[in-house]
């Protein structure tokens, strides 16, 4: 079993860029694909990005490709989203999540979570 555990977001304006990190304790850290969700008000959980257990891979969902980077440090098991280039509609509760997987595995199988943290962007 592995903890997950989100750095403190914040309120960035539009344009500008957050660093969020998710420190993992309780497990083997290089044994789990990790992955990044959000969840904007009245809205559902949403897929962000994901990186392999090595972090050779990674994959990111059509709304934030090319502005976010998922990276993870497996000496610090750490797992940090780099979020560039924020628009208002990244407005959301940031989770981040694990899953015992090859490759980049399938989404439905995340099976840790980390308990959220509040990112704001204003316009």
């Known amino acids: 079993q592995v903890q997950l555990v989100e750095s403190v977001g914040g309120l960035v304006q539009a344009g500008g860029s957050l660093r969020l990190s998710c420190a993992a304790s309780?497990?083997?850290?290089?044994?789990?694909?990790m992955g990044w969700f959000r969840q904007a008000p009245a809205k559902e959980r949403e897929y962000v990005a994901r990186i392999s257990r090595s972090g050779y891979l990674t994959n990111y969902a059509d709304a934030v490709k090319g502005r976010f980077t998922i990276s993870r440090d497996n000496a610090k098991n750490l797992v940090y989203l780099q979020m560039g280039r924020l628009k208002p509609e990244d407005t959301a509760v940031y989770y981040c999540?694990?899953?015992?997987?090859?490759?980049?595995?399938?989404?439905?199988?995340?099976?840790?979570w980390g308990q959220g943290t509040q990112v704001t962007v204003s316009s």
């Open positions: 309780g497990g083997i850290f290089s044994s789990y694909v």
């Open positions: 999540a694990a899953t015992i997987a090859f490759e980049l595995g399938p989404l439905t199988d995340f099976h840790s």
